[in-house]
């Protein structure tokens, strides 16, 4: 955490917002047996102004939906600020067949007697947890209104048949929200309502250079700034529906960049992370030229990165 504190710090990050990290992890310091569910960030996220108005929204003691493309960071500035507010994090992935039992917890028979088996939402209620509630738009509406009262003033979990608790005063959800992808749904209003929103933006190109060289720190300087043009390229040419979004990738990018580092050479490296995500040949031309335009398709490890 402390290292990840100092990179807001670096970053810029208003210091009132930080003082209230401090203040909030004073105020509620992580207990023993939750330590090993404090996420230790492998990424850092970027993004000063989202960082500043994900902080405010908790340190007011609101929920957050990180609502945006793919591969915008949102699972990464979930962990991250699991980690920063030093809280034990419950990852839910929601899927069509969520249910209500699943999140809040159900009885089982463990050969002697039936008892409750706490599910992720009732166990970050009881321990003070980050729930990062992932795709939250995947799962049907009936199965999320359990959570109503959760998010809203009650912070309350009552589940018929068993006692109701409230959740610790430290206790937050985060929401992620994927739009765009096929198959994604819409977030019911009354789910909508109970988060403080955030719209999730496309890295910056200043940005995207300090994140590939923090992770690659021998790639070379020029190749890495012809791969932030190029991501910015694809970019407009998505937001112009020249090419579908298909390749407007960041993970995708950072992928290609990994395969390189393993001796693949660039053309194939970019083929498979970003040109074969589309499944158009003719789209898939259109953007093999685009990156040919910038990096040529036979650079070796030994010129994309230095020994
Ligand atoms: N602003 C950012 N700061 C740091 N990393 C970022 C940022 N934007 C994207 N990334 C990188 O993009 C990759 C995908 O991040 P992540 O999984 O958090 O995205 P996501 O928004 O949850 O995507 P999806 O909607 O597809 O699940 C990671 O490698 C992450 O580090
Ligand atoms: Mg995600």
């Known amino acids: 955490m402390d290292q990840l504190y100092s990179f807001l710090e670096n970053e810029g990050v208003d210091r009132a917002l930080l003082e209230g990290v401090k203040a909030f992890r004073d105020k509620h310091p992580t207990e023993g047996e939750n330590q090993n569910r404090v996420p230790q960030p492998e990424y850092y996220y970027y993004g000063k102004k989202t960082w500043e108005l994900a902080l405010a929204a908790i340190l007011a003691g609101k929920n957050l939906l990180l609502a945006g493309p793919k591969a915008t960071g949102k699972n990464v500035l979930s962990e991250n600020l699991g980690a920063l507010f030093g809280r034990p994090v419950w990852n839910v992935s929601f899927h069509i067949n969520t249910d209500a039992a699943y999140l809040v917890g159900t009885d089982t028979y463990d050969g002697n007697r039936v008892s409750f088996r706490p599910g992720p939402i009732w166990l970050c209620a009881e321990k003070g947890g980050f729930g990062i509630l992932d795709e939250i738009n995947m799962a049907k509406n009936e199965a ?164």
Do not use: W
């Open 144 to 307: 999320l209104a359990v959570l109503h009262a959760a998010l809203d003033f009650r912070r309350s979990l009552d589940v018929p048949g068993y006692e109701k608790i409230d959740l610790r005063p430290e206790t937050r959800f985060i929401a992620t929200m994927n739009y765009g992808y096929a198959g994604t749904r819409d977030l019911n209003e009354a789910l909508t309502s109970r988060f403080a929103v955030l719209d999730m933006p496309i890295i910056s190109e200043e940005n995207l250079q300090k994140l590939i060289s923090r992770r690659y720190p021998t790639i070379s300087v020029k190749i890495r700034d012809q791969l932030v043009k190029l991501y910015a390229e694809l970019q407009r040419k998505a937001e112009s529906a020249e090419i579908s979004d298909a390749a407007l990738d960041l993970r995708g990018l950072l992928d290609a960049i990994a395969l390189m580092e393993q001796g693949l050479s660039s053309g194939d490296a970019l083929d498979m992370c970003i040109v074969n995500k589309s499944f158009d040949s003719y789209e898939r031309g259109l953007i093999r030229d685009v990156i040919c335009a910038r990096i040529p398709a036979d650079l070796t490890r030994n010129v994309v990165f230095s020994q």
